[in-house]
């Protein structure tokens, strides 16, 4: 679920819930291989396979890219490609109620689509959140701790980003051998 070094160093620590991206990963793959056959010069269609390989860029960015992400200073959440990070200083809590998020000062909540709430995670106790919830609350409450005289100033500070390099890549990645095959 994490990844990366500890919070000392500065380096991002990404959480994921594994079920959800292994299953993005699988349909991808699969739908994938459906595109790479439909483009195969013996059915030909390349039209419908370029796609149903959009679908698997969706997935891509649904299951692999929605994460929590950390350092010392700051917390990001990544939707869609949608990445909103505000300093540690400016959350005022993270819960695991129902989902995972992470309310700020101002009174909004950071949530991701990977750790969004569920039937099956009300009847399991949200197993596969914890880990997340633990390490993030954690990390909260260290910056928290290191800065007991910087005050709130009534602004949030976030910063919204758009990954249009990740998404070039993974259009990179599915677009190009799928032209291949389908121009041979």
């Known amino acids: 679920m994490g990844t990366g070094a500890g919070a000392d160093t500065g380096t991002a620590t990404v959480f994921r819930r594994p079920a959800y991206w292994w299953f993005s990963v699988l349909a991808g793959v699969a739908f994938y291989g459906i595109a790479l056959v439909v483009a195969s010069p013996s059915v030909g269609e390349p039209t419908p396979a370029f796609v149903i390989s959009g679908v ?3 997935l891509w960015a649904l299951g692999w890219d ?3 992400r950390c350092t010392d200073s700051h917390v990001s959440s990544v939707n ?3 990445t909103t990070t505000v300093p540690w200083a400016d959350v005022q809590k993270v819960t695991l109620d129902g989902a995972l998020a992470i309310t700020l000062k101002d009174g909004e909540e950071l949530g991701s689509v990977a750790f969004g709430g569920s039937l099956l995670g009300e009847m399991t106790g949200y197993r596969t959140h914890r880990r997340a919830f ?3 609350r954690s990390t ?3 910056a928290r701790a290191s800065r007991r005289g910087d005050p709130y100033r009534g602004t949030v500070r976030r910063k919204v980003t758009f990954a249009w390099r990740r998404l ?4 990179a990645v599915v677009y190009v051998p799928l032209t291949v095959v389908a121009v041979l």
């Open 56 to 58: 698997v860029v969706f």
């Open 66 to 68: 929605s994460s929590f």
């Open 80 to 82: 869609l490609l949608v």
């Open 134 to 136: 633990e390490e993030l």
């Open 140 to 142: 909260h409450r260290k």
């Open 168 to 171: 070039l890549c993974a259009i």
